[in-house]
């Protein structure tokens, strides 16, 4: 990540891989340490970032806290506790340890992992399904089963990412951040009551998974979705009527 947004300030890595952060800075979550970096996160009054050689470096909130040694690949950052991922896929937390989501990070390898707004924090297997660990309340009773490839969450809800497109969203759905929009998406995330996707235009307009993914199903599944005006269907993104065009 080379853009972090975090309560009240955000982060950037410039194209020479330093850092500038702006906003907020009560408790030094703008304070960027010299060097180069090649992922950043922000958070509750925190910042951290992974440098070029894999090592970490934390400002702000809990920063005076080290950070675990040895090389990382990722990090997050939740409410006053700290996420990142080995190279080796393995995990590690610090911090603030509500509901234990520092001490109960769950053993082995993942293919990525977050912290939530608040305290919790979720990860997908290897396998592709979602682990789940701290505060046990709306999001832990729900979680989708299958297999995934990216999951954020909120502070009661979640949102996960499935290898062809769609997603599926859980927890407090009190404003409609439980209930992710039935399309296909590039990327989705979760933030405090809202969540967010980046929604695409697939030619696989049925959605099939196995050979032939294009095919005459497909043309005419396009063919509806363009007739009955969805999104869905304005493949050149186009934001300006007509909206939908040849």
Known sequence: MRLAGGF???????????LLCWGSNDTGQC????????????GYSASAGIRADGSIATWGFNSEIPPPEGTFKDIWIGK????????????VAWGTNQFGVVTSVPPGSFITATASDTWFGLAIRLDGTIA???HHGSVSTTI?????VKVAGGSNSAI?????????????NSVGQGTAPPQRYLDVDMGEGFG????????NCDGST????????????????????????NCDASTTPPVLNI
């Open 8 to 18: 009240g300030h955000d982060c950037i890595i410039r194209p020479d891989g330093t």
């Open 31 to 42: 304070n960027a340490p010299s060097g180069t970096f090649v992922k950043v996160a922000a």
């Open 80 to 91: 006053w506790w700290y996420l990142a991922q080995r190279v080796d896929g393995s995990l």
């Open 132 to 134: 789940h660990w701290g």
């Open 144 to 148: 989708p089963s299958g297999s995934f």
């Open 160 to 172: 996960a990412l499935r290898a062809d497109g769609t997603a599926v969203a859980w927890g407090a």
């Open 196 to 203: 967010i996707g980046i929604a695409v235009c697939y030619a």
């Open 210 to 233: 196995a050979p032939p993914f294009l095919n005459i199903n497909d043309f005419v599944c396009f063919l509806n979705y363009f007739a009955g005006g969805e999104q869905y269907a």
